[in-house]
Structure formats: C-alpha cells, structure tokens
C-alpha cells in the first residue's frame, strides 16, 4: 500500500490542490494520513475540510483545529495565529465543526503512532531536537511515529544501539525505514517554515518499506491574495512567500 502523509495544511486551499494534483501524477495513492491542522492562518478552511473528508485514510486533530472547535485554549497561539483562529471559527459550517470536534489527537496504525504535535502531548510539543526525539522514543508505545506541527521535514532515528540521530528529509531521497525506529515528519502542504515557500508532503510505501519527500510549487500569490481580502492578518500572508 501506498500512502500520502500530509500535515498543516492550514486552510491553503491552492497548496493543498497543488499536492492532491502532484499525487494523481504519481499514479495516486491508496490512502491519506493527515496529522492535524487542517485549519488556521490560510482563507479556505472550509474547501480544505471538505477534501481531507472525502480520501480515503486516517486523519488527527491539531491544535488549530481544536481551538477553532474551542477544544484548545486561544491564549496560546500568538495575536496573529488567535486572530486566524477567531476568523476560521466564524468560516466553519455545522458540519465542519462536529466533524474537526470527532477527530483524535492520536492514532496508531501499522506500528505508527500518528499525531500532530508528538505522542506526549499532541497538541503542544514539537519534536525539533534530537533530546527531545530521545525522549519520546522513550514513551512511544509503537515503533515509529508520523508527527507534523513544526512545519519542517525532520526525520530522527533511533539506533539499535539505542542512539538518535537527525537525518535531514530532502527531496528525491527514498529513506528506508528498516532497522531502527523512526519518527517522520513530512512538513507543511499550507505553510512551510524551512525557507521553501513550495508545499511539503511524503509518499510512505509500506511494502518496500521506503519514504519520499515531494515538494510542489503552487501560487502563493493567489493564497495570499485571498487572505488580504479576507482581513487575515498581513504577516501571516508575507511569510508564505518566504517559506519561513
Ligand atoms: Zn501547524
């Protein structure tokens, strides 16, 4: 089976497209596992539900998402990220919203715990360090663990000596994930923060047992464009061009 990981999408309606698109021209997949933040920042919360309800796959919350739902408190985001929260609450139909509040914040399948955050605290902890990987390999009740929330591709393996090591996720790269423990993360479709601007998203194979990271270019401008006109705020439209 092949599956598509998919994280952040953050409401980006043309990134998350430009993936889908990107997926069909690979021969498509057999299922989707997304890892939470589906919603926040970008202007089409909505569209961007309405597509992760109809593939086929696993889908976690994020910490957008619950707070949207008011199942996460708003005063942890900053003023920017509080200020998208409030206006995709008021961008979300009935149906939007029973469905983000039915989503677990963890899930485990084919020995992968899939979470938003890390398997300790879904909502909360980036994984971003190779002491902090440590650790939650520590408490991992499965073997390897698909995360997203840092909107960066990482890739931290556990040694069978027992060491952990950062292997950075570079396109055109098929990981093995073979000996070992593995925690992936596959970055952001909606909002990358490692410098690319273009969209970010893995293909799993779970008979060779081998990833691959893609990264689709999309127009940014027409991302951003609508979320001028929807009055999100500027800096979180500016940094989509940046990448970071
Ligand atoms: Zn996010």
Redo the contacts with the bound molecule.
Sequence with gaps: MRYAVIA?I?ANLEAFSAILADIGRRGGVDEYWVLG?IT?YGPDPHACIELVRRLPGAVVA?N?DAAAVRRYPLHSFNPEAAAAVEWTEGHLSDGDIQYLRSLPATLELQGFTLTHGSPRQPGREYISSIPTAGQIFEIMTTPHAMV??T?QPAVFKREESGAVVYIPFKPGIGLVVGKGRFIINPG?VGEPRDGDPRASYAIYDNEATIIRLYRVSYDVGATQDRMISENLPVRLAARLGRGQ
């Design positions: 952040d953050h933040d926040g994020g957008h997203g929330h909107h952001s």
